[in-house]
Each structure stands twice: as C-alpha cells, then as structure tokens.
C-alpha cells in the first residue's frame, strides 16, 4: 500500500496491482476491508474516480466485494486464486519473454536450466 | 579553469540566519542545479554568489580573489534576477528594451545579436513596459538577460516560473545550446525539478540555509530507494540504514533509503524496492516532517 506510482502503467492498474501484491503479502487479510476508494486517493494523490476504476477490475475479478453501505473487502481465497493467476501470468509473461531473449543471445536450453539452477542456489 | 568558491558563508537578516556557514565550489564548465523548499535560502545565496549581497560572515572567491566590489572578478559573473512587476525598484515603468538596454551596460561581455534574436525568438514587444507584460514574459526577459551576458558564471532564479511548458522545453534548449557552444557555467534554482532534472550535471540542495548535498545528478539518483511492503520485512531489509518520509498504512509500510558507500539494502526479503526520480529524492529529503 505504501509503494511510490510511475509513469510506466496507467495509475489504476498499478492500484489494482499494489492490492493484490498487498493481499499476497499478508498486509491485508482476507475478509479484511480495503482503502476505499477515497482514501486511496488521498494516499496517492490521485483523482477518486482513478482509484475506483482500480477496485472494480478487483471486483470483477472477484478479488473484492462489496459490503453494502460499508465498503470492500477481500474475498475469502483471494489469496489463493491471486497465487494461481499470476503463476500464469508468470509462464506466459516472463518465461515467454527470458526465452525469446534467450533465444536471440543464442543460450541453449541446456545452458538456460545451468543458469536456473545455479540462480536458485542463490 | 577558474572556480567559484565560498567558505563558511553566513548570511543575516537582522536576527534572522538565512544562510548558515555553507562551503561550496562552483567549477567552470557546469550545469548545477540549485533546489530547496520555500524559504530555504536559495535566492540569498545566488545574490551572496554575485555579489549583489553582502555576506555576513565567510569569504567567497573567484580564483582566489574575494568578490566583493571586485569589478574584475564580477566580470565573469552574472545574477539575472527574478523579476517582479510591482517592485519598487521602478522597473515596473521601463520599457522591456530599456531594461535590456540598462543590462547592456552593466554587463561587459553583452552579446546584443544574441539578446536581439531571443527577443524576436520569444516574440517580446520591447516597446512594452515591465509592469505591464505578464509573469512569463517577465522571465523571459531574465533570461535573455543571463544568456546575452555572456558571464562565465551565470545564475539564473527561477527562470521558468510563469513559463508555460513549450516555453520552458524551449528554454532547457537554448540553454543548453549556448552551454554547449560556450562551455559556462550556470547555476539554475527551480521548483519543477524533473524537468530540469536531465538538464543537471550536478545537484546542490539546500534546507533552511544548510548545504544538504552537492552531488552529481546521476550518481544522487542511483543511490536511492523506495522500499515497501509489510512492514516487519521492510523494517528488517533496512535495518541501520537512515530512513526518510517513512509511511505506515496498517500492516503496510513504505521509505527512502538513500544508501552511503558500502551499505545495502539486504536481501531475502519480500519487499518492493523502486527506484526514484530527482523528484522524488528531494521530496524525501527535505519533505514536510522531514528534520
């Protein structure tokens, strides 16, 4: 919750992206509420309507929902389903990637699971 | 190579201190980077720089000779103020070129080519009068008159405030045209720092009337970091480490660390370490709540 916004991504999903990481972290719980939207603009300096933009993607995600007249909370097995998604995201964004660039400094399979290995002893 | 230097400057309002025994050298051939909140001192300082101003206290030299009512040395340096139409030092009712035409004189190394074609550049109408044109156009007159001058030291307060932001691209430009082509040295103050941030070669800050840091731009920046996550984990990767602007959101945490030589961030940890612009380095240093 405490990270700095760039210029990089656009502001909501980087708010979406912090309470996610925030959520796998353990800083906030399942069943626990989140920043609302008012707060988070606040915190960040950003315009309300930006911050809420971030919540929904979570709540259509099901990440979040929304207790009436109180404000939103995390799921219960967010943390889980979160966990599950951005293993995906991680075969098919950085795995995809180191292979391609791989590929194109010519680094052989054999050679890529050596550089794993030792990077894991790490 | 000539140098500017100051040693242990102190500057007085009556009680009040305004610069408090700073130490600085200015090499020839530079681009600094004056910053500092409100108040700080950074107007005081370029005017004890110039010789506009008596210093209180220390000495300040160029090339070994003190400054002060030395027309040789004040030769090389040139202060163009901030300008402000409702001063009473009366340049409210001159004309834009007879204020050029004043800066002409008191300024041996004038390039009257160069101000004539920034005058056109900027599309000034130089019969107006100084309390009349708007805030940006005021600052365009100061710098026509930094760069025309020619000093070889030359400060500039705050010259892209009432800029709009082509003005000030453009400004950065020419600036560094004629730096480029000159090789002099100028010490520039700003509020918007990340504009000007890629302008720098160095970074001098100052907080309430201190020298915080003189460093080079680069070099400032890559030392930086913004650490967070859950708070115990970021606590414990920056343990003995000086913290700034720290932020405690529930079981969240967030900070600036700015490392020293030789220490580190330590590994192991779940945390979210940022890298941070100029920008945001000088938040931290000398943000509100900051001692």
Known sequence: ??????????????????????????????????????????????????????????????????????????????????????????????????????????????????????GNEL | MSELVCKGICKKYKEKEVIKNIDLTLESGKIYGLIGRNGAGKTTLLSLLSSQNPVSGGEITYNGQNIWENKEALKHICFSRELNPTSNNGVGTLKIKDYLKTASIYLPGWDSAMAERLVSEFELDVKQRMGKISKGMLSMVTIIVALASKAEYTFLDEPVSG????????????????????????????????????????????????????????????????????????DAATEGLLKHQVENHGRSKGLTVLLEPGQQIREGYDIKIQSLNLQNVFVALCGIGEK
């Not at chain 1, 400094?105 to 794993?116: D, P, R, S, V």
């Not at chain 2, 090789?183 to 070669?201: M, P, Q």
């Open chain 1, 1 to 118: 919750m405490n990270e700095i916004l760039t210029q990089e991504k656009s502001i909501y999903l980087q708010i979406s992206e912090m309470i996610e990481s925030d959520i796998l972290r353990d800083i906030i719980l399942e069943e626990e509420k989140v920043p609302s939207t008012n707060e988070l603009a606040k915190l960040y300096s950003i315009n309300p309507a930006t911050a809420a933009k971030g919540i929904n993607i979570l709540v259509d995600k099901g990440t979040l929902y929304k207790k009436r007249g109180i404000g939103m909370f995390v799921s219960k097995g967010a943390k889980e389903e979160i966990r599950e998604r951005k293993k995906k995201e991680f075969s098919e964004y950085f795995v995809k990637k180191m292979l391609t660039e791989a590929k194109s400094l010519g680094i052989t399979k054999e050679e890529l699971i050596a550089m794993i290995r030792e």
């Open chain 2, 163 to 234: 800029l709009d932001v082509v003005m000030r691209e453009y400004f950065y430009k020419i600036l560094l045209e004629e730096y480029a082509e000159s090789g002099r040295t100028f010490l520039i103050s700003t509020h918007i720092i990340e504009e000007a941030a890629s302008v720098f070669e160095e970074v001098i800050m100052i907080k309430k009337g201190e020298l915080l840091l003189k460093e080079n731009a680069e070099e400032l920046v890559s030392r930086a970091f913004h650490v967070s996550g859950k708070a115990e984990e970021v």
